[in-house]
């Protein structure tokens, strides 16, 4: 039980983690595309590979969070 308990708070830390890093790139990634001046369909390109890089980044660091504190009882 207390296994299934902990797995699930790793996959909502890293679930959580993905959704908020995920906006944070989107959000930076427009930021930096319209300031740096990127041309046409690579602002797109940008874009998405700032959103997919930050979340994947937020997560695993959310994750990893997340599996420290589920070891530790208070």
Do not use: W
């Not at 993905?18 to 989107?26: E, M, R």
Request: aromatic share 8%; net charge positive; glycine share 18%.
């Amino acid at each position: 039980m207390a296994k299934d308990s902990c797995l699930a708070r790793i996959t909502a830390g890293v679930a959580v983690g993905g959704a908020v890093g995920g906006a944070v790139g989107a959000v930076y990634g427009t930021y930096e595309a319209v300031r740096y001046k990127v041309p046409g369909l690579l602002k797109i390109r940008h874009i998405g590979q700032m959103t997919l890089g930050s979340a994947a980044i937020f997560g695993l660091f959310l994750g990893a969070g997340s599996l420290i504190h589920c070891g530790k009882s208070y």
